[in-house]
């Protein structure tokens, strides 16, 4: 079946019950059980049946055997090192999410895993950092917020026995599917496009090894960090309308980043689509269309930047992104702060636009206001 079947359909029959077409929301902790130590269902950290539909949906659009929902992207990422023992070492990329940076070095080195930071875009630099105790190799691609483009097929390639984890939170399924470029594991924030929505905070985890599953089916049990079923049902809701969502969010997306790239407040605008994107022929050959993140410095620097991101008035200065509603902000204010003086740390002149899917004309003209207080 297709991607936009799929994301219908995958995992979802009408309830037995009563035939409703729509997965019923089973607010419930525990189940009767018709005989001892049998029943399917016994209690819903383990098993509820709204985040089964949920799991096997979003499996079904990463071309995965197994998925897994969790109650946040950085919930998902928590179970997924536990894969991990100490002295593990993980090579990751230099450009990740803030939080993801914050849990390697803040909390699981403590608990004594290593970790290098490399540019993931130099699959050179990424053989160089393999060491032999070298567990997993951490992708994110395309990167936040500098939208930087890992050759995922490449890096597979040379991981040797390393489990390579993509987070696949920026691109979404229907933009790339990792697990098909030679994945292990894939990471998401379904808070972001999954859901698509900004009313729900979830994350996920897809893979095909069975072994692998078993460990991490496991893991969501014994640690718990599950999603409840409402913010399973809701993220269900959202994936229905996934494909529809992206193709506008790319095509508004491209739109606006031509016409920053014409405006003179902007220094540089950062989008895998541009042809001046550094990686632009990875990310034409890996993913069917550039997604909705563009990032661009302000000429005028750092104050420029935040006059322009406190003026617009259709995109909201928020955090978060993959909502069908526009998001501006400047990362080393907000999202990054949390890398700020480390290696990792972004331009402060750096704005990251999340585009929506209201009509582009609209948001080209919010962001002509905005940049003409530059
Ligand atoms: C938001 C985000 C996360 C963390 O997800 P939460 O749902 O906020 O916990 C991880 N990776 C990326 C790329 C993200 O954008």
């Known amino acids: 079946m297709n991607f936009e079947t799929l994301a219908i359909h995958a995992g979802q029959t009408p309830d037995p019950t009563t035939g409703a077409v729509m997965t019923p929301i089973y607010q419930t902790s525990t189940y009767a059980q018709d005989s001892m130590g049998e029943a399917v269902y016994d209690y819903a950290r383990t098993i509820n049946p709204t985040r089964s539909a949920l799991q096997d949906c979003i499996a079904a659009l990463e071309g995965g055997a197994h998925g897994l929902a969790f109650s946040s992207g950085m919930a998902a990422a928590d179970t997924v090192l536990r894969l991990l023992k100490p002295g593990d070492h993980l090579v990751a990329s230099n450009d990740v999410y803030g939080g993801t940076f914050r849990i390697f070095t803040k909390v699981y080195a403590d608990y004594g ?14 053989r160089k950092a393999i060491q032999p105790d070298t567990r997993m190799v951490w992708v994110e691609s395309p990167t936040n917020p500098l939208l930087k483009v890992a050759d995922i097929a490449a890096i597979a390639g040379l991981k040797g026995a390393a489990r390579l984890a993509v987070d696949n939170t920026f691109a979404t399924p229907y933009l790339q599917q990792p697990l098909a470029l030679g994945a292990d594991i894939v990471v998401h924030s379904t808070t972001k496009y999954l859901n698509g929505h900004s009313d729900v905070v979830g994350g996920a985890v897809i893979v095909n090894d069975d072994e692998t599953f078993t460990r991490l089916k496991f893991l969501q049990n014994a640690v718990g ?3 409840g079923p409402l913010d399973c049902f809701l993220v269900l ?10 193709e506008r ?3 508004n997306a491209l739109a606006v980043a031509h016409f920053l790239e014409r405006h003179p407040a902007v220094a540089r605008v950062i989008y895998p689509g541009l042809a001046s994107h550094p990686q632009h022929h990875i990310a034409a050959r890996q993913m069917r269309q550039f997604g909705g993140m563009i990032s661009f410095i302000a000429a005028g620097g750092p104050e420029a930047a935040r006059r322009i991101a406190q003026a617009t008035r ?11 509603e526009s998001l501006i902000e400047v990362p080393a204010a907000m999202t990054h702060m949390s890398v700020a003086d480390s290696p990792l740390a972004v331009d402060p002149a750096l704005i990251r636009l999340s585009v929506g899917i209201e009509n582009v004309d ?13």
Do not use: N, Y
Not at 113 to 126: G, Q
Not at 237 to 246: I, W
Not at 314 to 324: M, N
């Open 362 to 374: 609209d948001l080209i003209a919010d962001l002509t206001h905005a940049l003409a207080q530059a």
């Open 237 to 246: 809701r959202g994936l229905k309308t996934l494909p529809v969502r992206m």
């Open 249 to 251: 969010h790319c095509a």
């Open 225 to 227: 960090a599950v999603p």
């Open 113 to 126: 895993l290593r970790f290098s930071f490399v540019e993931m875009s130099d699959p050179d630099a990424v």
């Open 314 to 324: 259709l995109f909201a200065l928020a955090e978060s992104l993959g909502g069908v």
